[in-house]
């Protein structure tokens, strides 16, 4: 800042914090649609769920114990990040750049022209920020939480935190290239911190390619996920039993599940996923076809989605 240079904070989640609790009786705001804590937004002052976009407006008592002023924030959120960012710079100035702030395409040309012009000295930004635009001025990022895409169950999921933080740390340094990037991780052992921080593409490729031919999964096999959804859930969890125990036997072919999908409600429905792994050149579609003709229908409120190469595993 003293170089007027500029800094981003990059954090990966919207709102101020990602769960309100009460500190009174402990009591979670979660979603009544979901089972999904909501997310505290300060500044359009609700409670969101980030998974059906269900809110609230911000409770002042807890309706669960009616204790006042016990409400607390668990987490960060880019919001927070920048109340924080503003009590340790004072003198700085910041901005929060982020899809629930910015309403138009014409607020975000603005924004990114005074970035740009360098009226602005930290910049705080989610996944809004990581590709498309120069910052001539921008020198330092710090990611913050870098593992929050680590843990989402979804086979791609190293592979994805590679490529967006891999984008977020090159923003700095790009016209002098002498920029600095910090993570902040829980893992700093896991294989895609490590290739990040010795900047080892090759690295990372060589890890994530190695586990994925242990372990079948794209390229070297084809995958299905099969979700299962019912109003209520032994009957989500039953036919995915069900389904699973007919399934073909086949030496070519994994089944695994059912095990409740990583949005395990959603909208009132309780999600259960089966995943189906087959060696590459194997006609999974038929092999699917011929297990699901034996099987029991859905019935009443069950539903059954059948995905084969699926890009996204939630
Ligand atoms: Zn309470
Ligand atoms: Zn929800």
Redesign the pocket.
Known sequence: IEKREQALLFLNRRGYAPLTL??????RFACTICDAWLVDHRFRQRLVCHHCGFSMPRPHI??????EE??VAVGPGVERLQEEAAALFPEARTMVLSSDLITSIETMRSELAEIAEGRVDIIIGTQLVAKGHNFPRLNLVGVVDADLGLSNGDPRAAERTWQLLNQVIGRAGREQGRGVGYLQTHQPDHPVMKALIACDREAFYDSEIDLREKTLYPPFGRLASLIISAGDRPSAEGLGRRLVALAPRDERVVVLGPAEAPLAVIKGRYRFRILVKSARGFDLSDYLRNWLAVCPKPTGNQKLEVDVDPQSFL
């Not at 009460?22 to 009591?27: L, N, P, S």
């Not at 807890?62 to 204790?67: E, Q, T, V, Y």
Request: charged share 5%; hydrophobic share 15%; proline share 7%.
């Open positions: 009460c500190r009174g009786c402990g009591h807890c309706p669960h114990c009616s204790a016990s409400l």
